[in-house]
Nanobody, 122 residues
Framework: VQLQASGGGLVQAGDSLRLSCAVP????????MGWFCQAPGKEREFVAA???????SYADSVKGRFTIFRSNVKKTVYLQMNSLRPEDTAVYYC?????????????????WGQGTLVTVSS
């Protein structure tokens, strides 16, 4: 499945950004989705994930600041990022994985988008 991430940019600390990831095709409703980030010189790490029926999971570092949500009509998953910090600076990737379970929050994904850069200045 092809993923198309967008919405990154340069912001100041405390600002907000909304990332989007479109998943064209008829089966978006059957995909668990996730967002990951990779800062310079670091490993890619988990940010947030959402199941079919919008159960969610977050990394401790973003709880209370970031919100993952999806529109099965628009076939898009979003990451609303509030109260951004310089340490949030990274390339953000969306990921998808087909699952037959509507409640399952996945942590392993096989399909990845190209990444969108978020830079937070202090």
């Amino acid at each position: 499945v092809q993923l198309q991430a967008s919405g990154g940019g340069l912001v100041q600390a405390g600002d907000s950004l909304r990332l989007s990831c479109a998943v064209p095709g008829p089966t978006f409703g059957y995909y668990g989705m996730g967002w990951f980030c990779q800062a310079p010189g670091k490993e890619r790490e988990f940010v947030a994930a959402i199941s079919w029926n919008s159960r969610t999971s977050y990394a401790d570092s973003v709880k209370g600041r970031f919100t993952i949500f999806r529109s099965n009509v628009k076939k898009t998953v979003y990451l609303q990022m509030n109260s951004l910090r310089p340490e949030d600076t990274a390339v953000y990737y969306c990921a998808a994985e087909y699952t037959s379970s509507p409640d399952l929050i996945l942590t392993t994904f096989n399909s990845w988008g190209q990444g969108t850069l978020v830079t937070v200045s202090s």
